[in-house]
């Protein structure tokens, strides 16, 4: 089966990555003809401002694919911007897309969302907002009450986000009117509440990403996938639309023209059961990731600051391993049935200190690290030798993709001049 992925490169993979997308590529690559991309347009589609890092970044996600295992010898591997022909064909792509089917799908919207709540949150902060004495309206009074200091800005954040969500997804666009209130309900000064809203409304977060390139990111996707003619597309649940969007373009192609395009199929990746070390979603912008890369004294750091289970305050207290990330992991690195359930037993009778907990599995961690970072040391070492796989790979992709941009071209009545 052709199976055809990509990933953006933001940066160092990290554990989340792992579990999330790598181990599954691993699996699919052993029995599937695979092509795996790193997908570096699509990165500038949100950050086109500042490329400084783009280069280092591609090398390190490189270097972290080839340490994890993937194999050059059963997958193809590429960097996207090196087959023009992906440009080609989103070029092809988008006279045939309709702008609605863009404006309505859903992963540009949260994207769009998670950007501008960012903003807000950092606007926010840097004018010193602390939450007020006045209580928050709905459900988070009462916490609030009781709440102190660290725990207050939390619930404040938790209930910003909720407005927020709820503003932005409201049945008339943004409901700017609805954060108006609730900003002023927290005390925010009226000042400050109507610069952040008009920056929001009208200032650089909403024109930051009002670009074509950003709203076209499906069809440049949908180019990716069709132009090698893949059956199968493993992706995360966030990518499902951008997936349903590929068949639909197909399909109008096809059927505007002359069949080209078979339509693809997603493999639903399950969500990774690991989060970041303070329990919320693992990702480099929270601060709370454990790098593949990062070294025997950084993941020991990294799984003492972990958060335990909450109310296990001191080490005389039975513990609940069920509602403890340090135990989700436990679950994924200690592969020793009988200490997990071992763990498991005298945490609930409060007969192992959480820090002793810690210790094991962060030996555990660093033991399934290992490998993967002597690999990465080679690499690194001989980096030339290794980028030049995905330099292979890419001029492989090359000529496929010219082989389908042939047919496209012809389907659509070009005028095609050969070499
Ligand atoms: N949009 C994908 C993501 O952010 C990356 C991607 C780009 C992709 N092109 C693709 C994934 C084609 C699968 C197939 O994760
Ligand atoms: Fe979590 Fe381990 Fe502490 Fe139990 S002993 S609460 S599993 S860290």
Request: some cysteine.
């Amino acid at each position: 089966m052709r199976i055809v992925s990509g990933m953006r490169p933001t940066g160092k993979l990290h554990l989340g990555h792992y579990f999330g997308v790598i181990k599954n590529w691993l699996k699919l690559q052993e029995e599937n003809e695979c092509f795996f991309f790193i997908a570096d347009w699509h990165a500038l589609t949100n950050r086109y401002k500042d490329t400084k890092d783009l280069k280092e970044n591609i090398r390190q996600m490189i270097i972290d694919w080839l340490a994890c295992g993937i194999d050059p010898n059963k997958a193809t591997l590429f960097i996207q911007s090196g087959v023009k022909q992906h440009a080609e064909l989103a070029l092809l792509f988008s006279m045939i897309t309709p702008k609605s089917w863009l404006e309505l799908n859903p992963s540009y919207k949260d994207l769009k969302f998670n950007l501008m709540y960012q903003y807000l949150k950092d606007f926010l902060l840097g004018k010193k907002i602390k939450v007020n004495q006045a209580p928050p309206p709905e459900s988070y009074d009462e916490a609030l009450e009781k709440a102190t200091g660290k725990q207050k800005s939390k619930i404040f954040e938790e209930y910003l986000r909720e407005a927020f969500h709820r503003a932005f997804y409201s049945q008339k666009g943004i409901d700017f009117e609805y954060l108006r209130e609730v900003l002023l309900k927290f005390g925010i000064q009226r000042k400050i509440v109507e610069e952040a809203i008009s920056n929001l409304e009208e200032g650089d977060v909403g024109k930051d990403l009002d670009t074509l390139g950003f709203l076209a990111y499906p069809v440049l996707q949908a180019a990716d996938i069709l132009i090698y003619k893949a059956q199968k597309v493993p992706v995360g649940e966030d990518q499902l639309p951008h997936i349903e969007l590929t068949r639909e373009i197909a399909r109008r192609f096809n059927n505007l023209y002359k069949e080209v395009f078979p339509e693809p199929e997603a493999i639903l990746t399950e969500e990774a059961k690991l989060p970041g070390i303070d329990g919320r979603k693992m990702s480099k912008s929270y601060n709370n990731a454990i790098y593949l890369s990062d070294s025997e004294d950084e993941v020991n750091q990294k799984v003492l600051q972990m958060k335990t289970d909450p109310q296990r305050v001191k080490k005389t207290d039975p513990g609940n391993p069920d509602v403890c990330i340090v135990y989700d992991y436990h679950k994924i690195f200690t592969k020793d049935e009988e200490l997990l359930k071992e763990i498991d037993t005298k945490c609930r009778n409060a007969e192992i200190g959480c820090v002793d907990c810690k210790k094991i599995l962060a030996e555990n961690i660093n033991k399934f690290l290992q490998p993967i970072r002597e690999k990465r040391k080679e690499i690194e070492a001989n980096l030339q030798e290794y980028e030049k796989i995905f330099i292979d790979g890419t001029l492989k992709c090359r000529k496929l993709a010219e082989e389908t941009m042939k047919e496209a071209r012809d389907a659509m009545n070009l005028y095609d001049i050969e070499e």
